[in-house]
């Protein structure tokens, strides 16, 4: 079994004494742990008794002479998962609202791979609405959130609040690491942001995509272990730490980088914006304002896409986005068919919280059917659309970098059914 590498964050709460036990049952499934602990956690558990558990110093301080002053930095390349269990009201309000005060709370802002959060308090904390808005916020950025379960509390009295039990903890986190071990060393190709058609040196045809979408699933990707390409138009985002980035402008620069790698691919998602026409001549020279108006010239560009479907190897797995106004469905499945789409992600664009140019989305992964498959999600529903039977999941109002992982998810489950398959 492969090792991994885990954080184990724990917080000033009374279920710390059962990090030790935490600690064991990752140890017996092949998981290097450090812990990253807050002042009030080493009030309940030892520096020395996790220590001696670990093999590694406890690290609980941003800036240590004798270390690294950019532990945070250092920690989150190193690990593959990190786990706060417990995890208390105070440290869910930080990573909520993006307080970065402790090294726990530090790190949680630079990491990028998954986290899972053990939420454990008294009962009136927990059923606090801002308490809710916090976790559900941490549930759209992605986290893990395991249940509290119901028993004695600290406090003595009874009720929802007890940390789950670190069998489920470890069981949950689990997940994870079969997800990496499915992707590990991968090669996905990501397309991302919106291509520019020239018409002279000054202006030129685009559409509203900020890239934000792709460059999530691009992130998501290396969160599981893949080598990512990201081929990407103009855009004001950082590209993820990690990702191979090819830049470029137009609709054929992206056809020809595309195309040149996508042999080499076993995952392509291509969720760029690219432009279906261009100026058929671009002029040299700036034009100048004439009375009158303007007559542009628009020749087709070349479909990659499809053309990316039409050479597909056996075992790639193609998947596209598809940006609609009207007859959504329909006209996705009709381009998940026609260009052989293992996969199409439908984006309503018309809505003012979801699409182009904002942080949240709200999507249908919509794949073809076969008899003898089965959903892995328990959400799917089967449609016949002009005689295809497809299966939709249709998602609420997320970020986009849960869109993202959900993204990862269907692609593990592709990978998985067609290991049955074989």
Not at 368 to 385: A, F, I, L, P
Request: glycine share 8%.
């Amino acid at each position: 079994m492969k090792e991994h590498n885990l954080l184990l964050g724990i917080t000033g709460g009374i279920a710390a004494y059962k990090a030790p036990t935490l600690i064991r049952l990752f140890q017996q499934r092949n998981i290097r742990v450090k812990v990253v602990a807050t002042e009030n956690a080493l009030k309940f558990v030892t520096p020395l008794t996790l220590e001696a558990i670990t093999g590694f110093p406890v690290y609980d301080r941003m800036f240590e002479k004798q270390e690294n002053n950019y532990q945070h930095i250092e920690l989150s390349q190193w690990a593959d998962a990190l786990v706060v269990a417990p995890a208390t009201a105070n440290t869910i309000a930080k990573f909520a609202t993006g307080v970065a005060d402790d090294l726990l709370s530090t790190l949680y802002v630079a990491i990028k791979c998954p986290v899972v959060v053990a939420p454990a308090m008294n009962d009136s904390m927990l059923t606090d609405h801002t308490v809710g808005k916090n976790l559900n916020i941490l549930r759209a950025e992605g986290a893990s959130v395991v249940r509290p379960g119901t028993g004695y509390l600290a406090c003595g009295t009874v009720g929802p609040g007890r940390m789950a039990e670190p069998e489920e903890i470890v069981e949950r986190t689990m997940m994870y690491f079969s997800e990496i071990s499915a992707l590990g060393g991968k090669r996905v190709l990501v397309t991302a942001g919106a291509t520019r058609e020239y018409i002279d040196p000054v202006r030129f045809i685009t559409n509203r995509s900020s890239g934000k979408m792709g460059y999530a699933v691009a992130e998501a990707f290396l969160k599981y272990g893949a080598a990512v390409t990201l081929v990407t138009g103009a855009t004001s985002l950082y590209p993820p730490p990690g990702a191979e980035v090819v830049g470029i402008t137009s609709a054929e620069d992206m056809y020809r980088e595309v195309t040149a790698v996508s042999a080499d691919q076993d995952i392509i998602v291509k969720a760029a914006a690219v432009a279906d026409y261009t100026p058929a001549d671009v002029s040299e020279q700036k034009l100048k304002k004439a009375e009158g108006g303007l007559t542009l010239n628009l020749k087709r560009t070349r479909d990659i896409l499809g053309t990316l479907g039409k050479n597909k190897p056996e075992s790639q797995i193609l998947i596209g986005f598809s940006a609609e106004t009207q007859n959504h469905i329909r006209n996705s499945v009709k381009k998940l068919k026609k260009k052989n789409l293992d996969m199409i992600v439908l984006n309503d664009v018309a809505a003012c919280d979801s699409g182009f140019e904002v942080d949240t989305n709200r999507v249908m992964f919509i794949r073809k059917k076969t008899e003898n498959d089965v959903s892995e999600t328990g959400r799917e529903y089967v449609k016949d659309v002009d005689g295809l039977h497809v299966a939709i999941d249709a998602t609420p109002l997320m970020s986009k970098h849960a869109i993202a992982e959900k993204l990862v998810g269907k692609v593990i489950e592709m990978i998985e059914r067609n290991n049955r398959e074989k």
